[in-house]
């Protein structure tokens, strides 16, 4: 497979001295500091979840491609892969948790409890408008957990209490989702683990592996039963949430790469272009070239 030159920014989990926790805590004054507005502009694929709570004033917030207008109370969450732009406005105040994916490992004391919590963030929205009892109380635990990590001391007792605090706050987090969506028919517990399973092959295989049969027989089910367990997860079948992956990936690489449309096609698994402009025009409805221009501003990023 041809690699691609130009791809977004990986922005990965790194400070020297949060290391070991795998966890930071940022006010928005002090990203501003840290980051010039014109880096924060440019596309950044992130490799940790991000939490972004707004507590005063206004900004907006792109995440693959969806535009997020936020004011006081709204919480953005980001996952790993995902390529986001800031436009952060001087106003806005607010801040954004950072948490390295290995970090969640421990803090839940038992795989069952690491696998519960990551479905239950699977589910979040990546905007949401939190209610003004429960941005009271997110505020709170997370100036907690602020201070937390401006006392840590090194010492595994220190680990352990700010990752435990960090627990609380996705816990938190987590409970008020479902109760905000309690009213909503829900699958099955079996039929939801068998999507998670599906969704974690999807993710790892979606550039080699192109057909449902493919990930039936890596899931040791059926082509049916893996269409009616994402029917009844999403109401949208297998085949329809691989091509919708493929094509996010697709429209990433176009906008935020320099390579040829031929070249994101190939590295997509597209061993012909027309193949490749058919599938994005019945999946995006527009072709690679023109939505690429419609987000680049016409600027050269290959053709």
Known sequence: MKDIRGQPEEVRFHNPQLGTV???????????????????????????????????????????????????????????????????????????????????????????????????????????????????????GLDRLARDLAEYDGTVHDVTLIRQGLLAVLLRVARWHRRRWNDLPRPPAGTQQVYRLFEAELEQHFRSHRSVADYARRLGYSESTLNRVCRAATGQSAKVLLDRRLAMEAARMLVHSPASVAEVGHALGFSEPTNFNRFFVRLVGATPLSFRGRYTGGRDTGS
Do not use: K
């Not at 596309?43 to 707004?54: G, W």
């Not at 436009?87 to 839940?108: S, Y």
């Open 22 to 140: 795998g966890v930071e805590v940022l006010h928005l004054s002090t990203l501003r500091q840290r980051v010039s507005a014109r880096h924060l502009a440019a596309p950044q694929r992130v490799e940790f979840f991000m939490l972004l709570f707004v507590a005063n004033g206004y900004l907006r917030h792109v995440v693959d491609f969806a535009e997020l207008r936020l004011g006081a109370g709204s919480l953005v969450f980001v996952r790993p892969g995902q390529v986001q732009h800031w436009h952060l406005d001087e106003r806005a105040q607010g801040c954004l948790v950072l948490i390295d994916p290995p970090a969640l490992t421990p803090i839940t004391h038992s795989r069952s409890g690491r696998d519960a919590l990551l479905a239950a963030m699977a589910d979040w929205p990546v905007g949401v408008r939190l209610d003004d009892e429960f941005a009271a109380q997110l505020r709170a």
